[in-house]
């Protein structure tokens, strides 16, 4: 069974920083899709921050140059760190696995979140 456990999340003042981890059991990310997405409330939950199958990486344009997205294989760990965190930067944090298809992409798991809180 495939589960990602986020980690990180937390409360901390506008200007700061954290750094997000999501560890994956049952599988590894080689080959696949790795996401962070972020729902505050009453919003629809957004991608933050993705890394493709062949090791590009894509930001929404509200994070570019602020956070940053990485993985480290040996350790089936997925980072996000946030630099320069803004109030809406608030929302609950998720990591997503997705499995490369010919049409696309197809889920494989999405871990429980982590809340991030910053203050003004």
């Known amino acids: 069974q495939v589960q990602l456990v986020e980690s990180g999340g937390g409360l901390v003042q506008a200007g700061g920083s954290l750094r997000l981890s999501c560890a994956a059991s049952?599988?590894?990310?080689?080959?696949?899709?790795i996401g962070w997405y972020r729902q505050a409330p009453g919003k629809p939950r957004v991608l933050v921050a993705s890394i493709s199958s062949g090791g590009n990486t894509n930001y929404a344009d509200f994070v570019k140059g602020r956070f940053t997205i990485s993985t480290d294989n040996a350790k089936n760990t997925v980072y996000l760190q946030m630099d320069s965190l803004k109030p809406e930067d608030t929302a609950v944090y998720y990591c997503n696995l997705r499995k490369p298809t010919p049409w696309g992409t197809s889920n494989i798991a999405w871990g429980q979140g982590t809340q991030v809180t910053v203050s003004s």
């Open positions: 049952g599988t590894t990310f080689s080959g696949n899709h």
